[in-house]
């Protein structure tokens, strides 16, 4: 079956620290990788996708995320965190062809302190 | 850039009215998504659309069903509304090999 895990329910960082959220998933067929994040009371937006090609994939707000096969994993990264990064982000992955929904993990919130 | 736009961010209904949840979108997307989020539960898909007057049940149907009679319109109904369908409704469009994106959503609460 399908599924996207987020470990992370909710982790806290210092403004200006670095920040790694995990994900991984389980998919039979090559997948399309994606992260959202969702401020509160909004909707979704895309921060990157990951289709093909290099495996660490840049995506807007200074965040990148590397897809390692091996481990089915897709983590998100950045380097130094700013306190307007606080917000829920969301690990989906999505098949390569086709139209199916994406499946989601259940989120990371991010906090971000002084 | 995509928009996708829900009718409505907050609506307040009362127990065992009909109510309706509207979504447009404007890029001629083929696929369009409603989604339950409820704390500690992620987004749950309720039903799908892949194409004009079609759908397809989701992971948590019951209770609800849709309508999609243009392709830029998914509208969800709430046949019977109850206290455990207050959430937060979100709408996404998609075209093939390319990401859902978004609407606001709709917060629904049901008295």
């Known amino acids: 079956a399908q599924s996207v895990t987020q470990p992370d329910i909710h982790i806290t960082v210092s403004e200006g620290a670095s920040l790694e959220l995990r994900c991984n998933y389980s998919?039979?067929?090559?997948?399309?990788l994606f992260w959202y994040v969702q401020s509160p009371g909004q909707g979704l937006q895309l921060l990157l996708k990951y289709f093909s090609g290099d495996t660490l994939v840049q995506g807007i707000k200074g965040f990148e995320a590397e897809f390692k096969r091996s481990q089915s994993s897709f983590n998100l990264r950045k380097p130094s965190v700013h306190w307007s990064d606080a917000a829920e982000y969301f690990c989906a992955v999505g098949a390569v062809s086709g139209n199916t929904p994406l499946v989601f993990g259940k989120g990371t919130r991010l906090s971000v302190i002084a | 850039d995509v928009k996708v736009t829900q009718s409505s961010r907050y609506l307040v209904k009362r127990t065992g009215e009909k109510v309706f949840l509207e979504c447009v979108q404007d890029?001629?997307?083929?696929?369009m998504f409603w989604y339950r989020q409820d704390p500690g539960l992620g987004l749950r898909l309720i039903y799908f659309s892949y194409d004009v007057k079609m759908k397809e049940k989701g992971d948590i149907p019951e209770g609800y069903s849709v309508s999609r009679e243009k392709k830029e319109r998914f509208s969800l109904i709430l046949e019977s509304a109850s206290t455990n369908q207050t959430s937060m409704y979100l709408c996404?469009?998609?075209?093939?090999?390319?990401?859902?994106?978004f609407g606001d959503g709709t917060r629904l609460s049901i008295l």
């Open positions: 998919y039979g067929a090559t997948p399309y």
């Open positions: 996404a469009s998609r075209t093939r090999n390319q990401p859902q994106h």
């Open positions: 890029m001629d997307h083929e696929n």
